[in-house]
């Protein structure tokens, strides 16, 4: 007769191959990447609102660093929705020379978006100088608030939409596929 102390047996210890040696023993399937969650993306109206502004240095039309998440943003929006023909890209800026620096600026996220394989024929850059505030001017951090890109969806399968023009009353800043 064999008594029970209570406890259960405790399992064996695995036998350890020698290294570069097969095992014996099954191994678990290993886990599969998890899956990126795919991009949502949220109109204002006709405006593409982006997860952070493209950003510049003061008197720069060069788009900044930390400005890619923006740009990749507007990428990833026009591969997904080819039905978007055309957007418009524009510039908003205040302080000296504010036509001349939001056309460079519009023309400069254009030719940037070409670059990441954007079709050039879908853009239209467009600078509006500091006639369209957001916010008062009158202050340094108003400036700096209302210098900023926009994107607009204009047209919908080669259509304008609402018959609306595409440069939106803004001055055409140069052709992004030049």
Excluded: W
């Amino acid at each position: 007769m064999r008594l029970s102390t209570g406890r259960r047996p405790e399992p064996a210890a695995p036998e350890l191959a020698a290294p570069g040696a097969p095992s014996s023993e099954p191994t678990a399937p290993e886990p599969e990447p998890a899956a990126a969650a795919p991009a949502t993306y949220e109109l204002d109206g006709h405006r593409l609102i982006l997860p952070r502004p493209v950003d510049f240095a003061a008197a720069s039309d060069v788009p900044g660093r930390g400005s890619e998440i923006a740009l990749e943003h507007v990428r990833g929006y026009l591969q997904a929705k080819p039905a978007v023909t055309q957007v418009r890209i524009e510039g908003h800026f205040s302080g000296p020379d504010a036509q001349a620096m939001s056309e460079r600026r519009a023309l400069a996220v254009a030719r940037e978006l070409v670059r990441m394989g954007v079709d050039c024929k879908r853009l239209y850059p467009v600078g509006f100088g500091d006639s369209k505030p957001i916010v008062d001017g009158s202050t340094p951090e108003g400036r700096v608030q209302n210098n900023r890109i926009e994107v607009h969806n204009v047209a919908l399968m080669g259509r304008a939409i609402g018959g609306m023009p595409a440069d939106g009353g803004g001055r055409p800043a140069g052709d992004p596929c030049s």
